[in-house]
């Protein structure tokens, strides 16, 4: 979302549409930009991990469908100003030469930048939806918190088990 903009919030659920689109836009960008992260790493769990993530986040697209359906607005792709920059530097970890496991290492980096933009964007919007009593709405947003983090706690896993260790 960005801040800086002509939005007008005249109301909670303005704002929480709003939210629903910047993160349909960011869930958008990060299936792009997964398989190229797969392609750059080198370690097999992470490259797993990336695989892995491509099929939940588009499961994410479909539940952001689902879920800005049920507000009864449409599914605009307002451009998530925040999710390009960080993808514009996890970019430059895909391009970067050097060391294979360094560089896994600065993958899982940008990755995991990536998975807290979307842990404070689902739980903002989930938080919103149990404010206006669309308890409906926060489940759906709270089962992809969840796996955001539990995203996020494997890559950690890697990073810290395997890829960090190899790294000179």
Excluded: W
């Excluded at 514009?88 to 360094?102: F, L, N, Q, S, W």
């Excluded at 759906?140 to 896993?157: F, P, R």
Aim: negative net charge.
């Amino acid at each position: 979302m960005g801040f800086f903009t002509s939005h007008e919030f005249s109301t909670l659920s303005d704002l929480l549409i709003s939210q629903l689109q910047d993160l349909y836009d960011a869930e958008q960008q990060i299936t792009d930009a997964l398989p190229k992260m797969e392609r750059a790493a080198t370690h097999p769990m992470l490259k797993s991990a990336f695989r892995e993530h491509l099929g939940q986040t588009q499961q994410h697209v479909n539940r952001l469908d689902r879920v800005i359906g049920m507000m009864d607005v449409e599914s605009d792709r307002e451009t998530c100003q925040a999710m390009k920059g960080l993808l514009r530097e996890g970019a430059e970890a895909i391009d970067a030469g050097g060391d294979p496991t360094v560089k896994d290492a600065a993958l899982i980096a940008a990755a995991q930048r990536v998975e807290h933009y979307e842990i404070a964007g689902y739980g903002t919007a989930r938080t919103l939806a149990q404010q206006l009593g669309r308890s409906e709405i926060a489940d759906i947003l709270q089962q992809t918190l969840n796996e955001e983090k539990q995203t996020d706690q494997k890559l950690t896993q890697i990073a810290e088990s395997s890829v960090n260790v190899q790294a000179p």
